[in-house]
């Protein structure tokens, strides 16, 4: 099956700082979408972006489905960013996701 | 719209017990998945229905089972209770089948003593 492999497998920041957290995927998908989990356990969706780049805010993502890789950035740091950010992706008709490990995310203020 | 709720929100059971889990997923979402996710392994599908239909299944034993009803509701069930089938159980919904944007409910912590 599709392996997903995210790094860094965490980050420690400062309010205001910017950060890159990286996505691979071993097969070309049809379904990739970032999510944010905060300390109750809630998953946030952040993007669905199987290819190409959006932005949200002070968060942008973009996919090079290619090069099977998918970046998310965060800008300007908050410390309502923390958490885990996990990467997932499908590729089958149905819509089973295959979780990363996850970037745990600390900012200080 | 309101969002994905799932009910219990907590539970505690005992090795052997059975337990069963609802999900009511977004108003005019057909879709209803669910994950399992453990310290160990990390966030696993266990399966997902479609028009009370099990599309697909994830690699899980045949303990873990569910169903979905008409109104797109669903439930899963694990019977005889295994200390390692503590884990938050979460629940997801989409309007399509494949490839789209899945929302995730709260979760149920279930802990087996």
């Known amino acids: 099956g599709i392996q997903v492999e995210q790094s860094p497998p965490d980050l420690i920041l400062q309010e205001g700082a910017n950060s890159t957290l990286r996505c691979n995927f071993s097969?070309?998908?049809?379904?990739l979408q970032w999510f944010h989990q905060n300390p109750w356990g809630q998953l946030i969706n952040l993007f669905y972006?199987?290819?190409g780049t959006k932005q949200n805010g002070r968060l942008s993502a973009t996919t090079v489905a290619t090069e099977r890789y998918s970046l998310l950035y965060i800008s300007s740091s908050q410390t309502t960013d923390s958490g885990v950010y996990f990467c997932?992706?499908?590729?089958?008709?149905?819509?089973?996701?295959?979780f990363g490990k996850g970037t745990t995310l600390s900012v200080s203020s | 719209k309101a969002g994905v709720t799932q009910t219990p929100r907590y539970l505690i059971k005992t090795r052997g017990q059975q337990v069963t889990l609802s999900c009511s997923p977004i108003?005019?979402?057909?879709?209803v998945s669910w994950y399992q996710q453990t310290p160990g392994q990390g966030l696993q599908f266990l399966f997902e229905?479609?028009?009370?239909?099990?599309?697909n299944k994830g690699n899980f034993p045949g303990r873990f089972s569910g169903r979905q009803f008409s109104n797109s509701r669903s439930e899963m069930n694990v019977s005889t209770l295994e200390l390692g089938d503590s884990a938050l159980y979460l629940c997801?919904?989409?309007?399509?089948?494949?490839?789209?944007?899945?929302?995730f409910g709260p979760g149920t912590r279930l802990t087996v003593l």
């Open positions: 997801a919904s989409s309007l399509l089948q494949g490839g789209d944007t899945q929302y």
């Open positions: 097969d070309s998908v049809n379904n």
């Open positions: 972006i199987p290819s």
């Open positions: 997932a992706v499908g590729n089958q008709a149905g819509t089973a996701l295959i």
């Open positions: 108003s005019g979402h057909r879709s």
């Open positions: 229905y479609f028009s009370e239909t099990q599309r």
